[in-house]
């Protein structure tokens, strides 16, 4: 697969301040690419560096093996999905749409002809077929993200950048949003971005899941491999689905806050010690119940249950106060129910741990 | 007593309520404005129609109803000539207001990122209404006169060798007084929808291959354009108002149809100053219903 961008060392700072701290990346051709990161941990900065609204300090970036840092962004032939859509307010759906065609610089489209149907065809493509006329105050936002998303796409970008694209949607219609940029993705067969603070979505949605943090590039790979095997504890953090220790290896043990834990599982180098173990890996059994070889087991009281559906997460309080959660999937078993501030011991086997050292 | 009753009663009204009060309401609101409007704005309106149908004798003016004063402002070129140039004037001065006020607007309104900034520099514009009208007006004077600030300028550094003369008590010095003190009302309105504009729309509207003209012409004219129709509508009703600057800065060759008011009224010609001033009133009414009719500013505002 040929990278449609490379970014090569990146930097932008902003009054001194660094958002991008050298950012590398190469992004696939025809694929759909989730960039994860908290807030602050410069995504929108890194997709504004790439759309070209804000040039970076130092580093490459190349689109297509082109150089194009420097380039306008009305040179670049890169699409940019805005969060609030950004709709010319004063043109109707179709207007909006064939805005790009008949506006560009280079290479307009002055027959009206091929101008309409293009935009019939990118209008059939995303489901907006009806609402041609309609001036963009009067349609949803769902209608709105489609109209945002055809504009870019009947341009024909060989890269498409989408800035939280579902986050001015109500929760329905995210996830239906979801499927549809993912179907709609492949019938254009072109690059995705997706910039999403959102680890459900990034998973969901990506092919590849690139994790930003603190400026720079934490982790690139796909979503089982990321949700499995984090390359940091940061990223685990961000994963929400990880109860991490701090802490140094002695021995076969991890020294803990919360005392020993047994070693077994993978060993990855991050830099920063920890011990992470995935929440649905922990079973919650009474105090007096016996322990495996191969288990680890720490004690902790109770303090409440949610309920999710098909899921339900327990919290407890460690002895030093640390919160530590487990899901148990009701798939497996019926509801436990437990009682408040009861002491439960937390076991889990040594291999399901990650120890990063 | 009453006090108890009313709130007592309150929660059994409740219902009925809304319907019953909200027209009470309204009439109390707008009772004031309307009131004022009537006395001190509609009826001094309809006097003047009246008057402008008096009969005028050298000495006293008589409420006898003639067609005497119309028809002499019609016929007489000295007067048509007022209202041709007033019209005149009128359209130089809003074009030169527009050129002058827009690119400044687009400056403050857009090109400034920093809000604090844009309403600082808006703020500035205001200064020159700190100081009052008639020294805004003749301190154009020392500036554009025979032997004043440009011309001594011009002929120090060797451009001319004779004063331009034309410069001061011309229609030119008119416009150029004009455009400087009406410029700050086109500027506002235009700066604030400016401002409104989101900028991620213009950065869409970049992404989507537009170069910065065609951005201009496509989406920041027209997004702007209620802010030019309401700065055209202050500067027009204030230029075909005017009098005191064509009086300050022509001397007397000017003549609009507000200097024709005025030197009827000093004359005591109470029914041809009236003629003029419902023809002016006219004018001025046909012209922002004109404006009006360029953008619809309910939808727009």
């Not at chain 1, 504009?151 to 929760?171: C, H, I, K, Q, Y």
């Not at chain 2, 009128?90 to 050129?99: C, D, G, H, P, Y």
């Not at chain 2, 001061?168 to 929808?193: D, K, N, R, W």
Request: aromatic residues 8%; hydrophobic residues 50%.
């Amino acid at each position: 697969m040929s990278a449609v961008l490379q970014l090569k060392n990146v930097h932008k700072a902003f009054a001194g301040v660094p958002a991008l701290a050298g950012i590398d990346a190469s992004l696939a051709n025809d694929t759909y690419v989730s960039l994860l990161g908290p807030s602050g941990s410069g995504k929108t900065t890194l997709l504004r560096v790439i759309a070209g609204f804000e040039q970076p300090d130092s580093g490459e970036i190349l689109f297509s093996s082109r150089r194009i840092d420097g380039v306008p962004p009305h040179e670049r032939g890169i699409g940019f999905v805005f969060q609030n859509f950004a709709l010319f307010p004063h043109l109707s759906v179709a207007e909006n749409i064939a805005f790009g065609l008949t506006n560009r610089a280079v290479d307009p489209v002055t027959d009206a002809k091929v101008v309409a149907g293009r935009v019939r065809d990118i209008i059939g493509l995303v489901g907006l077929s009806g609402l041609e006329d309609r001036a963009t105050t009067q349609i949803s936002g769902g209608q709105k993200q489609r109209v945002a998303l055809a504009r870019t796409l009947v341009t024909e970008p060989s890269m498409v950048l989408l800035d939280e694209p579902l986050g001015a949607l109500d929760a329905n219609l995210r996830m239906r949003m979801r499927g549809e940029l993912r179907t709609i993705r492949e019938r254009c067969g072109v690059t995705f971005l997706h910039v999403t603070g959102s680890e459900t979505e990034a998973l969901a949605m990506g092919d590849t899941v690139l994790v930003l943090d603190a400026g720079r590039i934490a982790q690139s790979t796909d979503a089982d491999t990321l949700y499995s095997r984090p390359a940091s504890a940061d990223v685990a953090r961000f994963l929400n689905c990880y109860n991490i220790f701090p802490g140094a290896v002695s021995g076969d043990a991890f020294a803990s806050p919360v005392g020993a834990l047994a070693l077994g599982g993978v060993k990855q180098t991050s830099g920063n010690p920890a011990y992470a173990i995935r929440y649905d890996r922990v079973a919650i059994r009474p105090t007096d119940a016996a322990t495996a070889d191969d288990e680890v087991r720490i004690e902790a009281s109770f303090v409440a249950s949610e309920y999710s559906g098909a899921a339900i997460n327990s919290f407890f309080t460690l002895d030093d106060g640390r919160v530590f959660e487990v899901e148990t999937h009701l798939s497996h078993a019926a509801p436990a129910t437990y009682e408040e501030k009861g002491r439960y011991a937390l076991v889990w086997k040594r291999e399901d741990a990650l120890v990063f050292v | 007593m009453t006090m108890a009753a009313t709130s007592h009663d309150t929660p059994v009204e409740t219902a009925e309520r809304p319907t019953r009060k909200q027209p009470d309401r309204t009439f109390w609101l707008l009772a004031p404005g309307a009131l004022w409007m009537l006395l001190f704005l509609v009826a001094p309106i309809l006097m003047m129609v009246y008057v402008s149908f008096w009969t005028q004798t050298t000495f006293k003016i008589e409420p006898t109803l003639t067609l005497k004063s119309w028809v002499t402002f019609f016929t007489s070129d000295t007067y048509l000539g007022a209202l041709w140039t007033t019209v005149r004037i009128w359209l130089i001065v809003l074009v030169s207001t527009l050129l002058v006020g827009y690119p400044a607007a687009l400056f403050v309104g857009l090109f400034v990122k920093n809000k604090t900034l844009s309403t600082a520099l808006l703020v500035l514009c205001v200064i020159p209404f700190w100081t009052s009208f008639l020294i805004r007006v003749l301190a154009w004077r020392p500036m554009l006169g025979k032997e004043g600030a440009i011309n001594m300028i011009l002929m120090k550094i060797g451009v001319i060798t004779q004063p331009i003369e034309v410069l001061l008590f011309s229609e030119l010095s008119v416009i150029i007084g004009m455009t400087q003190i009406y410029c700050v009302f086109m500027v506002g309105p235009i700066a604030f929808m400016l401002g409104r504009i989101d900028p991620s729309v213009i950065e869409a509207a970049q992404d989507l291959g537009a170069g910065f003209w065609r951005i201009f012409r496509t989406i920041i004219l027209p997004l702007s354009m209620p802010g030019v129709v309401v700065g055209a509508i202050f500067v027009s009703v204030m230029v075909l108002g005017e009098f005191a600057t064509s009086a300050a800065l022509s001397g007397r060759k000017v003549n609009l149809l507000g200097n024709i008011i005025v030197t009827q009224v000093g004359s005591l010609k109470w029914a041809f100053a009236a003629v003029a001033g419902v023809v002016l009133t006219i004018l001025m009414g046909a012209v922002v219903a004109a404006l009006l009719r360029v953008v619809d500013l309910r939808k727009e505002l």
